[in-house]
């Protein structure tokens, strides 16, 4: 694994954090509803890969709960002033324990070839299905 240190921010600026990344690993694209509303491209890390810079006053939480689920799953973090979803985190066994989920959209230093040739996953989470592709990935 060989990890390469980024900045992300949101658009305005408020909230600013930096992340140790592996590309090569690859990034992800769901089905499930709000990744289709959101129109999510997005990276997973562990929590000690990530560190918040600056902003966490600056953001606002939404807590999904997906069907079936008995509690939140997902807590997706987003700046109160320009409205953009920098990161998140979540807590599962599948997922290797706690881990958190950036937008790779908000990666400032980023390399757009670096990021095309990134392995990109679509998983078929709508049907919890998150070690398979849907069968239409159209619109994602």
Not at 2 to 9: D, F, M, Q
Not at 42 to 51: A, H, L, S
Not at 72 to 88: A, M, N, V, W
Request: net charge neutral.
């Amino acid at each position: 694994m060989t990890l390469k240190h980024y900045k992300g921010s949101c658009h305005c600026g408020a909230v600013r954090y930096e992340v140790d990344l592996d590309l090569s690993r690859g990034t992800n694209r769901c089905n499930c509803t709000i990744c289709t509303k959101a129109r999510a491209w997005f990276t997973f890390v562990k929590p000690e890969q990530f560190r918040l810079l600056s902003g966490d006053d600056a953001q606002t939480e939404y807590q999904w709960t997906p069907p079936g689920r008995p509690g939140p799953f997902l807590h997706y973090r987003f700046c109160r002033t320009c409205g953009i979803r920098t990161f998140g985190s979540g807590d599962a066994e599948f997922m290797g324990g706690k881990f958190h989920f950036l937008s790779v959209a908000s990666l400032d230093n980023i390399d757009p070839e670096e990021l095309a040739a990134a392995p990109m996953r679509i998983v078929d989470g709508r049907h919890d299905n998150f070690d398979q592709a849907p069968t239409d990935t159209r619109l994602l």
